[in-house]
């Protein structure tokens, strides 16, 4: 089997897994995969001058066969002369108390107690046993579970350890609010028999006298690696002899082409990346990206910097599937402002009006607008007809004026051809006794011109229109008739969670409106939901005598234009 040595010295080159005093610490399970590493490091320590360190972790199941597991390897350590640490970790509690399956628990508490290790001992490199077959069975399974690029590249011969979410528990450092830590910097795992066969490592035990321990559990096939080792790859030999050749062959290919779009992406991300805040399980972490910029990356690109937020984000893709990142990409891409989809890991994507951020769930409401009036107060506003009004906290302000003669063909054109949103003509009649600026209130409803008299909540309106949850308690109504302070009016909107937010967050209804029947009547009338609709009550009509032109300006210049919802 020298030329077999030789071929795991050749890919270890290849791929810089190995460098001259490397410290080097080896999972080792006591199976045939990680006893032919063992020996084959130690056959190579001489040639690189490494430092190598035995690790075997019991994982607290398995009973008597785990504890001979542990024995083998100790009494192994001592036959190579070699330094061993084993350790026993409760891995079924910790997936009950994670709420996590039991090999995907394994895999974290086991990465983790090598990176402990690691840092521990000053190596750079963790060798683990993982074989070509255990490579195509990878490829395989992402496959079959829908995954991108990214997974059917399958295992890499070396990979940061920083890549690995790792359990706190077993990783003494400052921990983030979810229990996950990352590895220490410069700690990369190594894969050097990931070219090699199962049958080849078998065989090469078998030459050597090395005699490995048998784990039935991996006959399991509750498991579903088991079961796709077991079940599906031999059907799938049936029509291809070759099969495990051809996926690791495919995982080559898909490696290489990954490296140009990871150049891509870098590239991309430089051009389109407007913020980005620290990663980690966080509130105040997030990505922001230029929205016209990022729309017209072309689609490979948009999910690469998508997943790479993520991955920024929290230091994992471990959950995020394809449909997340298309379904996050088709809401980034056509969606208005405010819309958002959501992301493994508390994580959701949220459409601004000229950015697209990735962050905590919830914790980046849509940033108010800078550039159209709202109203900064829960306390009706007096509006003077004719006159100027000013908003409170804001340059923005209501002129109001009567015009004379306004059935005269030119104030009649100037009416008709009105598309500023910000600018109103309304029957000045109808707008008698008083008439105030005011925030939403619970139980609002509105008459919109065009719906002959039929009313809507004020709520849905507000959602059919795709005004942003957090823009809604600001929006400005004109309200005409004797509309004074509101009992419930006692916190600026910014200081307290609106009703309708609150109790329904689909946003889909306003509670109130069930202590506010459609047909009970209210003292006042919303006659202009300022920039977007004015009400049937207040509407310019054959009846009409008087007409006020009502019209938000700033600086003495006129709003021009309402959100595109």
């Not at 779009?261 to 966080?282: H, M």
Request: net charge neutral; glycine share 6%.
């Amino acid at each position: 089997m020298a030329d077999w040595l030789a071929r795991v010295r050749k890919f270890s080159d290849t791929h810089g897994l190995l460098a001259s005093g490397d410290g080097v610490i080896v999972g080792v399970s006591g199976g045939p995969d990680s006893l032919c590493l063992l020996h084959a490091l130690t056959r190579l320590k001489e040639t690189y001058d490494l430092t190598l360190h035995v690790a075997h972790l019991h994982h607290g199941a398995r009973g008597s066969d785990a504890d001979a597991d542990a024995e083998f390897v100790l009494h192994l350590a001592s036959e190579f002369d070699l330094p061993v640490t084993v350790e026993q970790r409760d891995v079924p509690a910790l997936a009950h108390t994670h709420k996590m399956a039991f090999e995907e628990t394994a895999r974290r508490v086991r990465y983790a107690f090598l990176a402990q290790l690691a840092e521990k001992h000053g190596a750079r490199k963790i060798a683990v046993g993982h074989n070509a077959d255990d490579q195509a069975e990878t490829v395989l399974m992402h496959f079959l579970r829908g995954a991108g690029p990214t997974g059917l590249r399958g295992m890499l011969p070396l990979t940061p350890l920083k890549d690995y979410r790792l359990l706190e528990p077993f990783y003494a450092r400052p921990t983030p609010p979810d229990d996950t830590l990352t590895a220490p910097p410069d700690v990369s795992i190594i894969r050097p028999l990931l070219n090699v066969s199962r049958a080849e490592i078998e065989q090469y035990c078998a030459e050597h006298d090395l005699s490995p321990r048998f784990d039935r559990s991996n006959l399991d096939t509750t498991y579903f690696r088991n079961r796709l080792r077991h079940e599906l790859m031999p059907l799938l030999e049936t029509y291809n002899p070759n099969i495990r050749a051809r996926l690791c062959h495919t995982a080559d290919v898909i490696a290489a082409d990954y490296e140009l779009i990871a150049k891509l992406r870098a590239q991309a991300w430089e051009e389109v990346v407007r913020e980005e805040s620290a990663g980690g399980w966080t509130a105040s972490a997030r990505v922001i990206f230029d929205q016209a910029g990022w729309r017209a990356l072309p689609v490979a690109l948009q999910r690469a910097t998508l997943r790479r937020a993520t991955y920024r984000l929290r230091r994992s893709l471990r959950d995020v599937d394809f449909v997340h990142i298309e379904n996050a990409r088709e809401i980034a891409l056509r969606g208005e402002t405010g819309d958002q989809a959501t992301l493994p890991m508390n994580l959701a994507l949220t459409v601004g009006y000229e950015t697209l951020t990735v962050g905590d769930a919830g914790a980046f409401p849509t940033p108010l607008p800078d550039d159209e009036p709202l109203l900064h107060t829960t306390h009706p506003v007096d509006v003077s007809i004719p006159g100027v009004t000013p908003l409170p906290q804001s340059e923005w302000r209501l002129r109001a004026e009567i015009l004379i003669g306004w059935k005269s063909p030119h104030l009649e054109q100037e009416i008709l051809s009105n598309t500023n949103p910000w600018t109103a003509y309304l029957d000045a009649d109808a707008l008698a006794p008083s008439v105030v600026l005011r925030p939403r209130r619970p139980g609002d409803r509105f008459y919109p011109q065009g719906m002959r008299g039929h009313s809507v909540k004020l709520s849905a309106f507000m959602i059919n229109l795709k005004i942003p949850q957090a823009w809604r308690d600001y929006v400005p109504l004109l309200v005409a008739g004797a509309d004074r302070q509101h009992p419930a009016d006692r916190q600026h909107p910014a200081d307290r969670q609106h009703p309708a937010d609150k109790k329904h967050p689909a946003d889909r209804q306003h509670p109130a409106d069930k202590k506010h029947p459609a047909d009970k009547k209210h003292p006042a009338d919303i006659v202009w939901v300022c920039g977007r609709r004015i009400g049937e009550k207040a509407a310019i009509g054959p009846e009409t005598q008087r007409v006020v032109k009502l019209c938000f300006e700033r600086n003495g210049c006129p709003g021009q234009k309402a959100r595109p919802f």
